[in-house]
């Protein structure tokens, strides 16, 4: 039998690690040397033990690694189609279509597309029943494994406005819920990252804007998908993730759901870059990284030059070789759980999904998630929390390399620009205020294109 080198090794407590942690400090005070808060008022603590950490949740063993996702706008069917099979072809394992309108023609849309072993998500910004039945149809008559994602909550957060009003959205989610076998309901929940919610925030809006669907919808007997947005807080973003799917399982066994939902990730917008944009290459890799580690279904990576540029060949072939690394030469993919066991995630997940428990509790209190959006609560505590960290990002604390650290100043942008890469603003009648996405470097990088010759 191989003898255990660990068995040489007396045990070290937490209290020994303290005492000599205190004796290194040489009388400077632990807590304000080595403690931090986070935005979500999480203190975070130097070392993390085994006599400290009582791990209280065991998460669901995944039965497949997650797959490679690859994002479509349907403008022309042909070029769609052959981009689809292009990018599968290249390591792409699920495809994202979205569809603008119901004029598309499905049927040509999926002509010759592989169906076996991949999965195709339909993102809607509208909501029609007879589209819907189409992708049902579609799917039950050829053995196609389906995503509907439509979100009319997410389309009020975002646009201000129903598709529209709620009594009639809802009343078309129920005939769908009654014929629908494919997953139907999706819940967009990045717009929370991307507008500045820190993960507290994050996590108790997306817990109350699904239980706002299992109320107002009378039978909900598929998968729900949830997408998710993550930052550079790397161990942060781990434990969103778990404490997002403990969350909502513990919600859905309220409503006997026994469904574990769908986790698609991407990359936050939020701290990418105009100029100095190769270092987005960077965030958007250790991103990926969470999400996966975090449990992540699928991960739709974000192309570095997705700001300025339009879709295009190279941009999404660098996005998807990214993960392609992660998967198949870091092996990303070979741990069900990688995290579970790790002290200092555990903690996290356990203080984020009680903290957001909390949150959403008080938000149900007050009426629930939609009341909270007309009466204006939500917007207001995102914008507080957006406006912190924008005064950390401003004051140089929180840092974006080669943008407010480190720049270039001889990094000329102004010419390169396919897209407006800023905040739109368009005036119009709403029935509420929308939930604004802005990334934190907007000013500073309007700044410096001003003064470009």
């Not at 999480?42 to 070392?47: L, M, T, Y």
């Not at 929390?385 to 924008?390: C, L, V």
Request: glycine share 4%; charged share 25%; net charge negative.
């Amino acid at each position: 039998m191989a003898e255990n080198l660990f068995d040489a090794f007396e045990p070290v407590s937490s209290k020994q690690w303290k005492q000599q942690i205190q004796y290194e400090l040489k009388g400077a005070d632990y807590n304000e040397t080595l403690v931090w808060e986070s935005l979500e008022g999480i203190k975070v603590r130097p070392f993390y033990h085994e006599d400290e950490t009582e791990i209280k949740f065991v998460l669901k063993e995944k039965t497949k690694p997650f797959e490679i996702l690859q994002n479509i706008y349907v403008h022309d069917v042909a070029l769609s189609k052959k981009r689809a099979l292009d990018t599968l072809n290249r390591g792409a394992e699920s495809i994202r279509f979205t569809i603008e309108n119901e004029n598309i023609i499905l049927a040509d849309l999926m002509q010759n597309l592989p169906l076996e072993n991949v999965n195709y998500f339909f993102y809607l910004p509208f909501l029609s029943i007879d589209f819907v039945n189409k992708i049902n149809e579609f799917a039950t008559k050829n053995n196609a494994k389906c995503f509907i994602q439509l979100d009319p909550i997410g389309q009020l957060t975002k646009d201000g406005n129903w598709f529209e009003n709620l009594k009639k959205d809802f009343e078309k989610l129920n005939a769908i819920s009654s014929k629908s076998r494919v997953p139907f309901i999706s819940i967009q929940s990045g717009l929370y990252q991307n507008a500045g919610a820190n993960m507290v925030q994050q996590l108790a809006y997306t817990l109350a804007h699904i239980n706002e669907y299992f109320n107002r919808i009378k039978s909900i007997n598929q998968p729900i998908t949830i997408e998710v947005a993550v930052g550079t807080n790397y161990f942060f973003e781990i434990a969103k993730l778990r404490a997002l799917r403990l969350l909502f399982n513990t919600l859905a066994a309220e409503y006997n759901h026994s469904f574990d939902c769908h986790i698609i990730v991407t990359p936050t917008k939020r701290n990418k870059t105009l100029y100095d944009y190769n270092v987005n290459m960077l965030r958007t890799t250790t991103e990926c990284m969470s999400a996966i580690l975090g449990g992540a279904d699928a991960v739709a990576n974000l192309p570095y030059d997705s700001l300025y540029h339009k879709d295009n060949e190279f941009g999404d072939r660098i996005a998807r070789n990214q993960l392609l690394i992660l998967k198949h030469e870091s092996y990303f993919d070979k741990v069900s759980n990688p995290a579970e066991g790790a002290y200092y995630i555990e903690s996290l997940t356990e203080q984020l999904s009680e903290k957001a428990l909390l949150f959403f509790k008080e938000i149900e209190e007050k009426g629930g998630f939609i009341t909270q959006l007309i009466e204006g609560n939500i917007q207001k505590k995102i914008s507080e929390s957006a406006a912190k960290e924008q005064e950390l990002f401003d004051a140089g604390k929180e840092v974006l390399l080669g943008t407010n650290k480190y720049p270039n100043k001889n990094d000329k942008m102004k010419h390169d620009l396919e897209l407006f890469p800023f905040l739109k603003q368009k005036p119009r009648k709403t029935l509420i205020t929308p939930i604004i996405e802005k990334r934190l470097a907007e000013k500073l990088e309007q700044e410096r294109l001003a003064t470009e010759e």
